[in-house]
């Protein structure tokens, strides 16, 4: 079969990424600029702000990607971008400059949920990881068990019904006075912490998760306590966050009946994590998968993996291709 090559764009938050995936699976190249020093001084990311760096970087990133790929638009087959879900303003300038791309190289265009462009980050990682299995996806903005059934199925078995793992991370960081994005930070500080604080672990009958309560006890502990020690807060958090996720994840597996597990997104680098569930894998006789640091945040190469499933599933797009802010990964794409 001859080789689809895929221009992939990836725009949904703060990093303007683009890259070039051959196959799905070989990554020839992966090119992302970050926004995060200009967001920083606002504590969080600014939509308008990000727009604009969007607009800003766009071309940039797509004519690196061409060029570390060793590439001419004219070897690509394909145009892969993330529709949704994210900040509106943010993907649009993803969707239009992909829209623009498809039509100048008369080529199909394929929209791509975000999310599963996550998780498919473990495919690029692993050549022989296959579907069904279940993926723990820890991101800024999402914090869902999902059972991947095939490349094209999806079931939520669990999900976040307040903060998102991320979101409850920055929120620490920034109470306990570290900077933005908090979670390498709150990584790297409860290194060196011991867990004294004994924050709380939320467990529900069913698989979905919480994080409020753990980060009004964060915010709690550090106002009562006026020497608090921050390592040992950092600790504490996510000694608390890592045991209500794999809980979870031990409740899933058997529940699924499934025997791989994937982390994705943001928070899968976090070390705790990812050391909690390979000791718990290990245990349990289960395989366990995790990508790259530079693959579990945003990046154009997990959207050019996804966008080669979805081609060959016939998911293509025509030119009134739009935007969507909120995407379920289960019936939309
Ligand atoms: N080592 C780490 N430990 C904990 N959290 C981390 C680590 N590295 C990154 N993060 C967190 O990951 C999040 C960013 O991940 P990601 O880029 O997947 O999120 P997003 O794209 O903003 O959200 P979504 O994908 O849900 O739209 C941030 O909240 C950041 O603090
Ligand atoms: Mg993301």
């Known amino acids: 079969m001859k080789e689809i090559v895929c221009l992939a764009i990836e725009s949904s938050c703060d990093e303007t990424a ?16 970050s926004q995060i020093d200009i967001h920083k001084k606002y504590g969080g ?36 971008v993330t529709a949704g879900p994210g900040l509106i303003g943010a993907l649009l300038v993803g969707v239009s400059a992909a829209k623009g791309l498809a039509y100048a190289l008369k080529k199909p265009l394929v929209p791509v949920h975000h999310i599963k462009g996550h998780i498919f980050a473990n495919f690029i990682e692993d050549k022989s990881l296959e579907p069904p299995f279940l993926c723990m996806v820890v991101s800024g903005g999402h914090t869902h068990l999902i059972k991947v059934k095939s490349y094209s199925e999806f079931e939520i078995l669990g999900k976040t019904m307040d903060d998102a793992i991320g979101e409850a991370f920055d929120k620490v960081a920034r109470t306990v006075g570290l900077g933005y994005p908090g979670g390498p930070l709150v ?12 924050f709380p672990r939320p467990v529900f009958e069913n698989l979905n998760f919480s994080f409020s309560g753990i980060k009004t006890a964060v915010i709690n502990y550090v106002h009562k306590t006026p020497e608090f020690n921050i390592n ?20 899933g597996m058997k529940q ?23 000791n718990f894998c290990e245990k349990n ?16 190469a997990m959207i050019g993996c996804a966008a080669y499933y979805d081609y060959l599933d016939g998911k293509t797009a025509d030119l009134s ?13």
């Open 232 to 251: 040992d807060v950092c600790r504490s958090f996510e000694e608390a966050v890592t045991d209500v996720v794999i809980t979870n994840i031990k409740r």
């Open 187 to 198: 990584d790297q500080a409860a290194q060196e912490g011991q867990d004294v604080c004994h």
């Open 45 to 80: 990311v600014v939509p308008e702000i990000a727009s604009r760096q969007h607009t800003e970087s766009i071309n940039l990133v797509v004519e690196e990607a061409l060029k570390q790929a060793n590439r001419t638009f004219d070897d690509i087959d394909i145009i892969g």
């Open 18 to 33: 683009a890259a070039v995936v051959r196959d799905g699976r070989i990554v020839e190249s992966n090119v992302i600029v």
């Open 285 to 300: 006789g289960y395989q366990f998968y995790y990508p790259a640091p530079v693959l579990c945040t945003d990046n154009a």
């Open 321 to 333: 291709l739009n935007a969507t802010a909120n995407l379920s990964i289960e019936k939309d794409l």
């Open 256 to 278: 699924a009946g499934m025997n791989k597990i994937a982390l994705a997104g943001g928070v899968a680098a976090n070390r705790m994590l990812r050391e909690k569930l390979k």
